[in-house]
């Protein structure tokens, strides 16, 4: 079974677009849940231009047995505002903690941790995520193969970064991206790792992807999802994510 986790940092990037307290991440998380998502994805900048620490520490106070999964780069230096990733993780104390190399530059994340070249200074960071009881995820980019140096330092689940993919669906066009994709899921499992996908996945590309890794184990959306819950609402399009990875 393909779990999903909704990502909503949209909703903080509405809320923060007028500086006051709505729309509140924490209600739409709760009403997520309940619509029958899996889980709830939270990717707090240093910037803080969408979820920000207070929310992360909100979410964690009520998402209850549901999965928390926290993203962030672990490089990223505290700043006001901001105590740092691994300090967030001890805080709130999420399932999983997804590691991306986002920096402040990028409006979005647009690429991957490299296993050959970054597994020595991630590391570290495992070995501390691990300790405060974090399964540990890794961003990483499709076509990636040496994601058995990854298994090596003890992460648990890469996270494939779908960005490629999904625009090459949109041209009509999914094939070589897709079986990048595949390539590398098959190489993290046969290292023992889970699969995880996530980045402009919709209802239009998801199926296909899915069919392609049977074994995935966990879709993180947001932007997407929550862009088509504006026409359709929150709660239906969660169930109509639900029926793909049912299929």
């Known amino acids: 079974m393909t779990l999903l986790s909704v990502n909503v940092n949209k909703i903080a990037v509405l809320r923060n677009s007028r500086g006051h307290g709505v729309p509140d991440p924490v209600i739409a998380a709760r009403a997520a849940?309940?619509?029958?998502?899996?889980?709830?994805?939270?990717?707090?900048?240093?910037?803080?231009?969408?979820?920000?620490?207070?929310?992360?520490?909100?979410?964690?106070?009520?998402?209850?047995?549901?999965?928390?999964?926290?993203?962030?780069?672990?490089f990223a230096p505290p700043r006001d505002g901001y105590p740092g990733f691994v300090e967030l993780v001890r805080r709130a104390r999420p399932?999983?903690?997804?590691?991306?190399?986002?920096?402040?530059?990028?409006?979005?994340?647009?690429?991957?941790f490299d296993p050959a070249r970054d597994s020595a200074r991630l590391a570290p960071v495992v070995r501390e995520l691990k300790s405060l009881g974090c399964r540990v995820s890794v961003f990483v980019d499709a076509g990636a193969v040496e994601v058995g140096r990854l298994a090596a330092i003890g992460v648990d689940r890469i996270e494939l970064y779908t960005e490629p993919y999904a625009s090459a669906f949109a041209r009509g066009a999914p094939e070589v991206a897709l079986e990048a994709c595949v390539r590398t899921a098959a190489a993290a499992r046969d290292a023992g790792l889970a699969v995880n996908a996530g980045h402009d996945l919709d209802q239009r590309n998801l199926g296909l992807l899915r069919q392609a890794i049977p074994f995935l184990a966990e879709v993180s959306i947001g932007h997407a999802l929550i862009s088509e819950a504006i026409f359709d609402g929150l709660a239906p399009t969660i169930r109509n994510y639900l029926a793909i990875l049912a299929d």
Not at 56 to 66: K, N, P, Q, S
Not at 97 to 109: K, R, Y
């Open 95 to 112: 399932a999983q903690a997804t590691l991306v190399p986002d920096g402040d530059a990028q409006l979005t994340s647009d690429h991957g």
């Open 33 to 74: 849940l309940d619509a029958g998502c899996h889980g709830i994805t939270v990717h707090p900048r240093p910037d803080q231009r969408h979820v920000r620490a207070d929310d992360v520490d909100r979410i964690a106070a009520v998402i209850g047995a549901a999965e928390f999964n926290l993203e962030g780069n672990p």
